[in-house]
């Protein structure tokens, strides 16, 4: 399970890298916009109830990305597949961006840690 501390700014671009990143697969390609940008507003609306960020689908593109607040700061799709490196098939991102660590770079975060499983 990793956990990790960011801004609001560095937060913002690990989703857009990922965005970036992500391809149409499954059920997004009904929606697909090859076109958009990820933008602050996009940003905005990923904000969960919960207090964090989920993008499921996003402009079509198979993102399936979720932080959530936790004492050391983020942490990344809790009760998904947290403990593990992100899955090609199901994050289409991870193409680019293999291991958490990869993703976290990729936006400048340098404060993160691999916590062991309870």
Same mark, same amino acid.
């Given at each position: 399970?990793?956990? *990790?501390k960011a801004?609001q700014d560095?937060?913002? #671009?690990?989703?857009?890298n990922? !965005?970036i @990143?992500?391809?149409?697969? %499954? ?10 940008s *990820? ?7 990923? #904000?969960?109830w919960?207090?964090? !960020?989920? @993008?499921?689908?996003?402009? %079509?593109r ?17 009760g ?5 490196d ?7 991102w991870?193409?680019?961006?293999p291991?958490?660590?990869?993703l976290?770079k990729?936006a ?5 840690k ?5």
């Amino acid at each position: 399970m990793y956990v *990790f501390k960011a801004n609001q700014d560095q937060v913002f #671009r690990l989703f857009s890298n990922a !965005f970036i @990143a992500s391809k149409s697969m %499954g059920l997004g390609k009904v929606s697909f916009d090859s076109e958009h940008s *990820f933008t602050t507003d996009d940003f905005a609306g990923l #904000r969960h109830w919960k207090g964090g !960020f989920c @993008a499921d689908y996003v402009y %079509g593109r198979m993102m399936k990305l979720r932080i959530y607040s936790h004492e050391y700061g983020w942490i990344v799709n809790p009760g998904l597949n947290s403990e593990d490196d992100p899955r090609i098939d199901y994050q289409s991102w991870a193409e680019k961006y293999p291991t958490w660590p990869d993703l976290f770079k990729s936006a400048d975060i340098d404060d993160w840690k691999q916590l062991k499983r309870r």
